[in-house]
């Protein structure tokens, strides 16, 4: 499902869900992406039951649309923050 600009058909965001709470597994996709029209960026939101969970990354990643490149990433194990890889903690 996802919500688009009435005039421009552009995305404002897309979501999967099941029993009313955001839910893909990850190695699908994200379960949620919103774009900011203002800022030209977009999140990819990996939830599990609801909640904030991605085994092999980062659960939010946040992205420049125009370069393409990370400008954030967060990391959650079943809601909880989490450390990355390298051992930084990036949970907000």
Known sequence: ????????????????????????????????????PKSGGYSEEYMWNGQFHRISGPAIVLTNQSTGETSGERYFRQGQPSVSQKGIDLAP
């Open 1 to 36: 499902q996802g919500r688009y600009v009435p005039d421009t058909g552009t995305p404002v965001y897309l979501r999967w869900h099941i029993n009313g709470q955001y839910h893909r597994d990850e190695r699908e996709g994200p379960a949620r992406i919103r774009f900011d």
